[in-house]
Each structure stands twice: as C-alpha cells, then as structure tokens.
C-alpha cells in the first residue's frame, strides 16, 4: 500500500476543512485584515454599516488580523477597514484596501459575506469618487518671500522629484518618486505616506525646462515634505479616504 496516500487524503481533509470555516455564514460577516506585507494586524477597526440607515458596528481585529461580526439584520451592509499607524511622532488612520472589487460592493447580511483587507499605500479607492487615492496630496503654493517669480499655472507644468528620507509609514523603504502637474492644475496625487526631500522643474510651455526654488520661510534648492494626521478618532464614520492631511509645497522661479 502507497503510505503516502493517506497523508495526501489528511492534508485534502484540513484543507477543504479551512476552505470551509472560510465560507459566508448566515447573518455574519468576517474576514482578516493585513499589512502591505500579507502580516495580520491586531487592532485594526472594521466599520460594518448598514446601506440603506444607520446603526454602524464598529470591531477591532484579533491578534491573527480576524474580525467576526453576527447577528445581523436582513438588509444590504458594506464594509470598511481602518488602520491607525504610529509615523514620526504622529498617528495617522489609513483606509485599508478590499483585496476584491466584491469588497466594495454591498453584502445581505441574511446570507452573510466574507470581507477581506490590506493596507495600501498608494492607488485609487474605488469607492470613494475622483481623485481619492490611498496616498496622500500636495498642494504646490507661491512663497510669501517671492514678489515676481510666480509660476504661470495655466501655461507651465511643474515636476517633483520626492527623495524618501527614512521608512515609509509602513517600515518600506520607499523609492524616489516624479510626479508633474496637470495643465491648469497645483496639485500632486497619491504620494505614499512618508517623509520626502523634494526638488522642483517648471516645464515651461515651449519645453523648456527651469529649476525652482523653494521653501516657506526663505528660498533653497530643496524642500522637505511631511504629511500631516487630520482626523482624531479612526475608523469612527471619519468617511472613505484616509486620515492623511494635505502638504504644501512652495514653489517660486529664480530672478531674472
């Protein structure tokens, strides 16, 4: 007899077992939320809420990133994960992402559903409209010190070249990252929580291509950017995006 034939069955047995206590549960929702590295986070806050009225059920994950909540009604509900993430000196409530488009869809709470996460760093939020990314936004600003130098937002483009300056919010170290503005447009999209050493170029509409200054309070080559917390309590109807505040960038060509 072929003694490894038994051990094959056990091993299909324990799997189909797992497969199982996977599977929706009738008036219950559960999943596992996780880190950008698939590591379970204890502690992160999943907001179940009822599509159609109030009532949101806030539950805080595990030790092993799993969350289970039962007894619901039978009506359509969606889920939301948030992880609050100590960051130099702050903490910052981040939205996790669904790890399927289903995710973003209601469940029935009469048939139950599982509602897997991870957190993200950059990219879309599907369901959160225009221009809402896991990442962060700056805004570029003309400096109070410059009185001529402003950049004609209407004709230039300005490109960022953002240099990490230690670990992102998730410990990764992070990578250099170019990001220009769009025609008409002062902003830069979806930047990576993190502290950055920041160099600007307006690209002129001719083509050309001219090193800004930059700084606040006085002009320098270079500028740090640092994202601000903006929201106090996690997860707590806070909305769709991330609890990331704007940063400003300033931004001013040199004298003629």
Known sequence: MN????????LLALSAGLAATRGPEPRTVKGVVLD???????????RIEPALTGGMVNVKTNARGEYTVSSLLDMPYYANA???????GQKFCLRADSVNEEGYEPFSGRTGAIRDFKLKLSGPIPDAGEDAYFGGEVRLLHPGWDDEGAVNWDESRVEVTLVPDGPLVDGSPGKTLVRTTRPGDQFLYDIPLGHYRATAIEIRKDGSRVPLLMG???????????????TTYCGLGYGKVSGIGRAFLYVARPAK
């Open 3 to 10: 003694r490894t034939l038994p051990a094959l069955f056990s």
């Open 36 to 46: 950008t590295r698939g590591k379970p986070i204890k502690g992160a806050i999943v």
């Open 216 to 230: 606040e309070a006085k002009p320098a080559s270079t500028m740090d950017l640092a994202f601000e917390s903006n």
């Open 82 to 88: 948030w992880v609050q993430m100590p960051y130099r």
